[in-house]
């Protein structure tokens, strides 16, 4: 499976940004999907995941900040972000897996290259 994600880019805090990855090389429908997050000298974090079923779960920080969504006729996840903080800066990748935990674990070997958020205060 290749991802490649866009809608990255600069915004002012408090701003909203949708990000959104594209799969190909894989029966879509059958991937659970997410997004993770790194900022400079910080390790990479899980933000949010669905499922083949459409569950969505979260990390704590992004809960009612962030919505995932998945559009499985055009092979498509994407991450909607509002009230954004300087705090959410990094690289945000998107990944592909055959299970849920596989994502939260971020042991699955399916990962986009990343686009860049950047939030000015």
């Known amino acids: 499976v290749q991802l490649v994600e866009s809608g990255g880019g600069l915004v002012q805090a408090g701003g909203s940004l949708r990000l959104s990855c594209a799969a190909s090389g894989g029966t879509f429908s059958l991937y659970a999907m997410g997004w993770f997050r790194q900022a400079p000298g910080k390790a990479r974090e899980f933000v949010a995941a669905?499922?083949?079923?459409?569950?969505?779960v979260y990390a704590g920080s992004m809960k009612g900040r962030f919505t995932i969504s998945r559009d499985n006729a055009k092979n498509t996840v994407s991450l909607e972000m509002n009230s954004l903080k300087p705090e959410d800066t990094a690289v945000y990748y998107c990944?592909?897996?055959?299970?849920?935990?596989?994502?939260?674990?971020?042991?699955?070997?399916?990962w986009g290259q990343g686009t860049q958020v950047t939030v000015s205060s």
């Open positions: 669905i499922d083949r079923g459409g569950g969505t």
């Open positions: 990944a592909a897996g055959l299970t849920l935990s596989a994502i939260r674990t971020a042991t699955t070997g399916y």
